[in-house]
């Protein structure tokens, strides 16, 4: 059974940092082409990172050169690195592949809150 645990969200202001964990079990992330998704108040998930298993990283225009993503194969854990945090980034992070893992297998997510 495959169980997603996300930590490290919290009030942030605006311009700071965070950084978030991903623990899987029942599937490893080096497998797969792993990512972050955000869903903002109202609006539909949406993916913000995500890293393949030769280790390349893709990033949207709205948080390119302010997010990194990794992977600890042995720890089975996924990170986002978040910088230069903008209100807009406020939102519920999950992990998980891309694209999601069929069956609606989703963590309870962490809530990133960036105030202004």
């Known amino acids: 059974q495959v169980q997603l645990v996300e930590s490290g969200g919290g009030l942030v202001q605006a311009g700071g940092s965070l950084r978030l964990s991903c623990t899987a079990s029942g599937m490893l992330f080096s497998l797969s082409v792993a990512g972050w998704y955000r869903q903002a108040p109202g609006k539909q998930r949406e993916l913000v990172a995500s890293?393949?298993?030769?280790?390349?990283?893709n990033f949207p225009d709205s948080v390119q050169g302010r997010f990194a993503i990794a992977r600890d194969n042995v720890k089975n854990t996924l990170y986002l690195q978040m910088s230069s945090l903008k209100p807009d980034d406020t939102g519920v992070y999950y992990c998980?592949?891309?694209?999601?893992?069929?069956?609606?297998?989703w963590g309870q997510g962490t809530q990133v809150t960036v105030s202004s």
């Open positions: 890293i393949t298993r030769g280790g390349t990283t």
């Open positions: 998980n592949t891309v694209p999601p893992i069929p069956g609606g297998h």
